[in-house]
């Protein structure tokens, strides 16, 4: 039997491309793991009526972890229309199979490391090393939204908070409320889970992004809490920004940076700000990851217009096969194809069209397998 069980997720577009070019490079350090093929993504929304089918959840819960590459997904009307005949008009609604496998597994955080590789040409700047740790259960995403405004929510909300009241004459149906959501919990465990990887990883300051001073109840929670962890971690100082602000900063100074909290938006927008500062989309690989279960992914969506043409640049996928390493205890292994990943890109001859070059999604992978 293999050490490992991993799902295996290529999903739709590009998925398939990228997730060959992964399995070069698990055929090159000979992981010892069973892929198993889990079934996601758009197909699966047009003749099931659900891009995340039952059966792939079962399959995940007899993994140990997951590689998921892309999907894709449209607005209300279109994904509709798509459904096969048989399923329409019965009330199907569309829900991102992604943000769903992050709360049924409760993988809270979403790690994004951004670091600049030498030899780049889209770096902004080639001193960065940042890792973004966003909330990835809680916040605004929680997915508690109403529209039209039920009436006994305002009745409730008027009762409780004087400033409903500038709403009183706007009718229902003119008013759409998203709640942000903070537990308590929730702030800690993300908060914890920066620090500790700050410590081990050697890194001075840990960045909590929020904005406090306007919205007091949410992100004056995550404050709080985060002061009273960093008080536990006598050598790591704890810097605290307003998300606006911090935008600023990221563009201005980068390199001050290092490890960087944030709630479920706010981490989403500033985490997108910062892989694009060390190339963007090609490069930008995220573990989302729980107390016993995780999913690591790169950040771009399906491509629909490279599909099956492997153009893309595979390196967002293999910095995400990286981070699986990291996560199964596999460290030198992970150590060894980064820096396989770190040399094709200085060396600088095998690229695809994103870095000027011509050579397609498997040359690139081919070029890093052969480093190993
Ligand atoms: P996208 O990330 O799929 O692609 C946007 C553009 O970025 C591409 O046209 C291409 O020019 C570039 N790009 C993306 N990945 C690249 C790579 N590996 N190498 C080089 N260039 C790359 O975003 P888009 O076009 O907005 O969305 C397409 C579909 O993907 C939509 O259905 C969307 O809903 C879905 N999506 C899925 C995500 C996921 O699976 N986590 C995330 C983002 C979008
Ligand atoms: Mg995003």
Same mark, same amino acid.
């Given at each position: 039997m293999a050490k490992y069980r991993i799902a295996w997720m290529p999903g739709d577009g590009i998925g398939v491309d990228v997730m060959d070019a992964a399995r070069i490079v698990l055929d090159a350090i000979a992981l010892d793991a069973e892929f198993i093929h889990a079934d996601i993504g758009w197909e699966f929304w047009c003749? =099931? %009526? =659900?891009? *995340?089918p039952q059966r792939t959840i079962d399959t995940l819960k007899t993994c140990d972890c997951a590689l998921f590459a892309a999907i894709t997904s449209k607005p209300k009307e279109e994904a509709e229309a798509e459904l096969i005949p048989e399923l329409q008009g019965q009330g199907l609604t569309y829900r991102s199979p992604i943000v769903r496998m992050r709360q049924l597994f409760d993988l809270y955080v979403n790690l994004r490391p951004c670091k600049a590789f030498k030899g780049n040409p889209l770096n902004y700047r080639d001193d960065l090393n940042l890792v973004v740790f966003r909330e990835n259960t809680? !916040? *605004? &995403?929680? %997915?508690? =939204?109403?529209?039209? *405004?039920p009436a006994e929510v305002r009745e409730a909300l008027e009762a409780h908070s004087s400033r409903m009241a500038a709403f009183h004459d706007v009718p229902l149906e003119d008013i759409a409320l998203s709640c942000r959501i903070f537990t308590r919990r929730g702030c800690q465990r993300i908060v914890r889970r920066a620090f500790e990887y700050a410590q081990r990883h050697g890194y001075p300051t840990v960045t909590l992004v929020e904005k406090a001073n306007v919205i007091r109840e949410t992100s004056g929670l995550m404050v709080r809490e985060a002061r009273k962890i960093a008080a536990? +971690?006598?050598g790591i100082e704890l810097w605290e920004t307003n998300v606006d602000a911090m935008a600023m900063w990221l563009v201005k @100074?980068?390199? @001050? +940076?290092g490890v960087i909290v944030s709630s479920n938006m706010f981490g989403d927008i500033v985490s997108d700000l910062a892989a694009q500062l060390v190339g963007g989309l090609g490069f930008a690989a995220s573990g989302n990851i729980g107390d016993d279960f995780a999913i690591f992914e790169p950040?771009? !969506?399906?491509?629909p217009k490279y599909a %099956?043409? &492997?153009?893309? @640049?595979p390196t967002a996928m293999l910095l995400a096969v990286k981070l699986m390493l990291d996560w199964l205890g596999e460290t030198e292994t992970a150590q060894a194809l980064e820096q396989a990943i770190a040399d094709t890109i200085v060396e600088g001859k095998v690229r695809t069209y994103d870095l000027g070059g011509s050579n397609t999604t498997l040359e690139v992978a081919e070029a890093v397998a052969a480093r190993l």
């Open positions: 003749t =099931e %009526g =659900e891009p *995340l809680q !916040g *605004l &995403y929680a %997915g508690v =939204e109403f529209h039209p *405004l536990e +971690y006598s @100074n980068p390199q @001050n +940076y950040t771009h !969506g399906s491509a %099956g043409q &492997y153009k893309v @640049n």
